[in-house]
């Protein structure tokens, strides 16, 4: 969809110099899968990428277990499922530092890129990735973080959350009708 913004992170990728290693899977599909294939060729990334299609959702999460990093470059998600998927895997997430993404990623787990220009975009998540690619300390320090991140969104976690919520609902309902 356009919406995801795929040719931000190709972009990004063709800045990259041509001797890091670096492959970008790709999952789902949608009515911009040509143009952003087309994209990549014309980049030069046409080798570098591997297009999954849309996959069942166990056979996505096997494909993302084999990567190092996972990078979203959406422009409309308050939250997205398979980021907090990604960083239950311990992907160090690389993504634009806005809607949902600008809470779920923290510096411990992620490397957010602020949303100014394309072009700072563009250019930002090439440093970021490079990042990712040339210091491996950093990444797998980001990857324990979003282990530890993940659990924040754990359904234990949501539960007492909840429970908390309607504990105080209902003692200051109860309160009210002591009044």
């Excluded at 960083?87 to 779920?104: E, F, Q, R």
């Excluded at 282990?147 to 609902?169: F, I, M």
């Amino acid at each position: 969809m356009p919406g995801k913004a795929l040719h931000l992170l190709l972009k990004a990728a063709a800045l990259l110099p041509a001797d890091s290693n670096f492959s970008i899977e790709i999952l789902g599909d949608g009515p911009f899968r040509q143009s952003w294939q087309e994209l990549a060729q014309k980049l030069g990334l046409g080798e570098r990428c591997t297009w999954y299609g849309r996959l069942p959702r166990i056979s996505a999460l096997e494909a993302m277990k084999s990567c190092h990093a996972f990078a979203i470059t959406s422009l409309k998600e308050l939250t997205s499922t398979v980021a907090v998927e990604a960083i239950s895997l311990g992907l160090p997430v690389v993504t634009l530092n806005h809607c949902g993404m600008a809470d779920l990623v923290t510096d411990a787990c992620g490397i957010k890129v602020d949303v100014v220009s394309v072009d700072q975009i563009v250019r930002d998540l090439s440093l970021a990735l490079l990042r990712l690619i040339n210091e491996e300390a950093l990444r797998r320090r980001l990857s324990q973080g979003a282990l530890l991140r993940s659990l924040d969104y754990s359904w234990s976690k949501k539960l007492k959350s909840l429970n908390e919520v309607y504990t105080e609902a209902l003692s200051s309902r109860a309160h009210t009708l002591a009044e």
